[in-house]
C-alpha cells in the first residue's frame, strides 16, 4: 500500500498575522515543514502534494490550485487534478502542528485495523468533534468526492463512505489562534529534554 499526503495551506491566517503554513514550528521548520517531516518519517516514500500556497521552505512540491472557496471546494479541486499514484492519501490541514511521527503511526494502524480493504474514509472525532481534517482518504474515493455536493467539510464527509474513531491522539488539537500558539510553544518545550 502506498500513502500520500496532502497538505491543505489555502487559509489566510489573518488571526494569526501570516499564512499558519509558513509559521516557525520549534522543529526549525515552517509548520507545514514539521507535518512533511511527519509525514516522511512514517512514509519515506510517500508522495506529498500541498492544496493551497507553496511553503517556503519547499517550494518545489506538487502544488494544487485552491479555488479559495473554503476547504469542501478546496478537496474538490483536489480530487479533480492529477495527483500521484497512492491507495490512500492521509489529508491534514497546516495548523495540527502537534502531530509526532509516533502518533502517526498509530493513527494509521487504528485505521487500517478498521477498514484494511481502504474502501472508507477514516476520521476521527476528539473532544467530542468530528475531525474532517487529519483523516484516511482512499484514493477510490476520489471520483465520489469531486461529485459530492455541499459547501463544508461535514457535507463531504456525510457525501462519502466514512468511519469515525474516537481518538484521544494530540494531532487533532490545531492551532487557530495567538494564544493557542503560545500555549503550543509552552507544550513544545516539554517535549525535548532541557539543553
Same mark, same amino acid.
Given at each position: 500500500?502506498?500513502? %500520500?499526503?496532502?497538505?491543505?495551506?489555502?487559509?489566510?491566517?489573518?488571526?494569526?498575522?501570516?499564512?499558519?503554513?509558513?509559521?516557525?514550528?520549534?522543529?526549525?521548520?515552517?509548520?507545514?515543514?514539521?507535518?512533511?517531516?511527519?509525514?516522511?518519517?512514517?512514509?519515506?516514500? %510517500?508522495?506529498?502534494?500541498?492544496?493551497?500556497?507553496?511553503?517556503?521552505?519547499?517550494?518545489?512540491?506538487?502544488?494544487?490550485?485552491?479555488?479559495? $472557496?473554503?476547504?469542501?471546494?478546496?478537496?474538490?479541486?483536489?480530487?479533480?487534478?492529477?495527483?500521484?499514484?497512492?491507495?490512500?492519501?492521509?489529508?491534514?490541514?497546516?495548523?495540527?502542528?502537534?502531530?509526532?511521527?509516533?502518533?502517526?503511526? =498509530?493513527?494509521?494502524?487504528?485505521?487500517?485495523?478498521?477498514?484494511?480493504?481502504?474502501?472508507?474514509?477514516?476520521?476521527?472525532?476528539?473532544?467530542?468533534?468530528?475531525?474532517?481534517?487529519?483523516?484516511?482518504?482512499?484514493?477510490?474515493?476520489?471520483?465520489?468526492?469531486?461529485?459530492?455536493?455541499?459547501?463544508?467539510?461535514?457535507?463531504?464527509?456525510? =457525501?462519502?463512505?466514512?468511519?469515525?474513531?474516537?481518538?484521544?491522539?494530540?494531532?487533532?488539537?490545531?492551532?487557530?489562534?495567538?494564544?493557542?500558539?503560545?500555549?503550543?510553544?509552552? $507544550?513544545?518545550?516539554?517535549?525535548?529534554?532541557?539543553?
Amino acid at each position: 500500500m502506498k500513502v %500520500g499526503m496532502l497538505l491543505l495551506t489555502g487559509g489566510r491566517g489573518s488571526r494569526m498575522g501570516a499564512p499558519k503554513h509558513n509559521l516557525a514550528h520549534p522543529s526549525g521548520a515552517s509548520w507545514g515543514r514539521h507535518l512533511i517531516d511527519v509525514f516522511r518519517e512514517v512514509f519515506p516514500e %510517500g508522495p506529498v502534494q500541498v492544496l493551497g500556497e507553496p511553503l517556503q521552505d519547499l517550494p518545489e512540491l506538487p502544488l494544487v490550485e485552491d479555488p479559495r $472557496e473554503g476547504p469542501a471546494a478546496a478537496l474538490r479541486a483536489w480530487a479533480l487534478a492529477p495527483s500521484p499514484a497512492a491507495d490512500l492519501w492521509w489529508v491534514v490541514g497546516c495548523d495540527q502542528v502537534r502531530w509526532r511521527a509516533d502518533a502517526l503511526r =498509530a493513527w494509521i494502524n487504528q485505521a487500517e485495523a478498521l477498514d484494511p480493504a481502504h474502501e472508507r474514509w477514516i476520521l476521527a472525532r476528539s473532544e467530542g468533534m468530528l475531525q474532517p481534517l487529519g483523516g484516511w482518504l482512499p484514493a477510490a474515493l476520489r471520483p465520489n468526492l469531486a461529485q459530492a455536493r455541499g459547501a463544508s467539510l461535514r457535507d463531504l464527509v456525510n =457525501a462519502l463512505p466514512h468511519l469515525i474513531l474516537d481518538s484521544g491522539l494530540e494531532g487533532w488539537r490545531d492551532v487557530d489562534t495567538p494564544e493557542e500558539h503560545t500555549a503550543f510553544q509552552d $507544550e513544545v518545550k516539554a517535549w525535548r529534554p532541557s539543553d
